[in-house]
């Protein structure tokens, strides 16, 4: 139901180009669902939407405050509206506490004493073949001893949630106002016009009042940030499923 998602800090390679492992790992059961090894600390979608593909969609996705995957200065990345698309809570640790994600943490560092100090690798391709590699002996042959020295393929159960071909359209209640970010970023209603994303350009936003001052944004069953509507500031742009 909860999976959390990291970049394993970068390493060398021999060729000279560096390595940035994308890791997620199913909360319960440690279950590692992909390492994919990169260039560079970002294009994750496609490398989640295999994972999606294969292993079904999850409730909610952990992880931290980096830019790949959160937004909150420049509003909202494209990760986390695709997200909310496919009915997947984006969750962000608390900045500067990276306990919050404990157990892919845990996860590097075992990466890192039983892989990565061990073995030099001649380029990306190289990388990737080997962490492949160590992810099926991690996944299949090594007990965990927070599973009770059981193998994590030992108790993962895949969701079953599938990956949709097509991302539904969304119809609000019809008992609110319904607002369109432009071309962008902007959202805009009677004389106020406040900056939003730009990865959220086209979409449709709900707009519940509370109270005479304040009202709640919302993108399809998700609160996404709250409206002061007396200082004309948006307020608390984290990401919270409304049902």
């Known amino acids: ?3 959390q998602t990291d970049f394993k800090g970068d390493f060398l390679l021999l060729d000279g180009t560096r390595c940035f492992p994308l890791d997620i790992i199913d909360d319960c059961s440690r279950f590692c669902l992909c390492i994919d090894a990169k260039e560079k600390a970002g294009g994750i979608i496609p490398s989640f939407e295999a994972v999606f593909k294969q292993y079904g ?3 909610a996705i952990l992880s931290d405050n980096g830019g790949a995957f959160a937004g909150f200065k420049g509003g909202y990345t494209l990760f986390e509206r695709w997200l909310m698309d496919l009915d997947v809570l984006p969750i962000h640790g608390r900045p500067l506490h990276p306990q919050t994600q404990g157990k892919i943490e845990r996860f590097h560092r075992t990466m890192k ?3 990565l100090k ?3 690798f001649f380029d990306l391709a190289d990388a990737d073949k080997n962490l492949k590699e160590w992810r099926a002996k991690y996944n299949e ?3 965990h001893e927070a599973i009770d020295m059981r193998c994590p ?3 993962y159960i895949p969701s079953e949630r599938k990956y949709p071909d097509t991302i539904k359209s969304y119809e609000y209640s019809g008992l609110h106002r319904v607002l369109k970010v432009n071309f962008k970023g902007y959202l805009r209603f009677d004389s106020k016009v406040f900056y939003l994303s730009e990865s959220m350009v086209g979409a449709e936003l709900e707009m519940r009042p509370e109270g005479a001052d304040f009202a709640s944004l919302c993108y399809r069953n998700y609160k996404i940030a709250e409206i002061d509507l007396r200082t004309e500031q948006l307020l608390n742009r984290r990401i919270s499923r409304l049902d």
Do not use: F
């Open 57 to 59: 969609l999850p409730k």
């Open 141 to 143: 042959v090594r007990p």
């Open 118 to 120: 061990r073995n030099a």
């Open 1 to 3: 139901e909860l999976w």
């Open 113 to 115: 004493n039983e892989l």
């Open 153 to 155: 393929a030992d108790i």
